[in-house]
């Protein structure tokens, strides 16, 4: 079993910058990615990464403005977000699966955080 514990979320204006992080309790070959959930909106991929490759994937809503990076152990992914806009206003899901296959946004993840929240302010 695999806890995943997240942080870094809070409130901040149109334009600012908040970092998510994700602590794995062990290395995971295969996938780390976010997602985030708005009220009243389906889940949707924001950003991933392949642990062994390091290769990283976004929505197209975020590219470009968020940046997904591991840490030299490669068990904490990071989500830089930058210029955030009020509709990157969402809870964050940090989530994480074994294995290669399937695009990672369709994956279905072994592992999910708590979740964070995420305020974009107008």
């Known amino acids: 079993q695999v806890q995943l514990v997240e942080s870094g979320g809070g409130s901040v204006q149109a334009g600012g910058s908040l970092r998510l992080s994700c602590a794995a309790s062990?290395?995971?070959?295969?996938?780390m990615g976010w997602f985030r959930q708005a009220p009243g909106k389906e889940r949707e991929g924001v950003a991933a990464i392949y642990t062994d490759f390091v290769t990283t994937f976004y929505a197209d809503s975020v590219k470009g403005r968020f940046t997904i990076s591991l840490d030299n152990a490669r068990r904490t992914a990071y989500l830089q977000m930058d210029n955030l806009k009020f509709e990157d206003s969402a809870m964050y899901y940090c989530?994480?699966?074994?294995?290669?296959?399937?695009?990672?946004?369709?994956?279905?993840?072994?592992?999910w955080g708590q979740g964070t929240q995420v305020t974009v302010s107008s």
């Open positions: 989530a994480a699966t074994s294995g290669y296959g399937d695009p990672p946004f369709r994956r279905n993840y072994e592992y």
């Open positions: 062990k290395f995971i070959s295969g996938v």
